[in-house]
């Protein structure tokens, strides 16, 4: 196990166009990087999942965070550099710190478990909560019924929401055009 201790800075990170970007939580500790990868509704709900243990289990739940270090150049190549296949949390309520613990798949498979481990203060955790918001939000608009996600601003598509209902398309009638029953008649003779 890597064990990154109490780390110096930690964010999240979204990299390249939207809809096709990739995700990862990214923390310092010392001279070592670690790029821990997920995807979008992963990162939604680390978010949440941080949010929500700090409001269960912190004792300081409500009071102001100090600031906290931000993250700088962070390396082309990290030391710990890999898609999270199971992630744990834990909460040290003496400390005030959220403990990470996150296997890739070969330890997964090994049963070596945890493969990753690192400890966020308080402060850290409500910033990352708050980095994560933004950096999901910087992404493609969502459909406001279905939440899935749009190429463009006000962009047609079928939403399963609206019970395919659209205000945009024409509703087809049996109604037959007047001119229509004229022509046939004169066909007719």
């Not at 047609?156 to 229509?180: M, W, Y």
Request: with cysteine; charged share 30%.
């Amino acid at each position: 196990m890597i064990d990154f201790g109490l780390v110096d800075a930690v964010d999240a990170e979204a990299i390249g166009p939207p809809g096709q970007r990739t995700f990862r939580l990214r923390a310092n500790s010392g001279d070592s990087y670690a790029a821990l990868w997920m995807e979008k509704e992963q990162l939604i709900a680390l978010g949440r999942s941080f949010s929500q243990v700090l409001a269960e289990r912190s004792r300081l739940r409500g009071q102001p965070a100090e600031d906290v270090l931000p993250m700088g150049p962070f390396p082309a190549d990290a030391q710990v550099d890999f898609p999270i296949a199971r992630l744990g949390l834990d909460f040290d309520s003496d400390q005030e710190h959220l403990v990470v613990l996150a296997d890739d798949a070969g330890a997964v498979e090994r049963g070596d478990s945890p493969a990753f481990r690192m400890e966020m203060s308080r402060a850290q955790t409500l910033s990352v909560i708050k980095v994560i918001e933004e950096v999901v939000a910087g992404g493609r608009p969502l459909c406001p019924l279905c939440k899935q996600p749009l190429d463009e601003p006000g962009q047609q598509h079928f939403c399963p929401r609206s019970n395919g209902h659209s205000k945009d398309l024409a509703i087809p009638t049996d109604e037959v055009d007047e001119d229509d029953d004229e022509d046939d008649e004169e066909d007719d003779d």
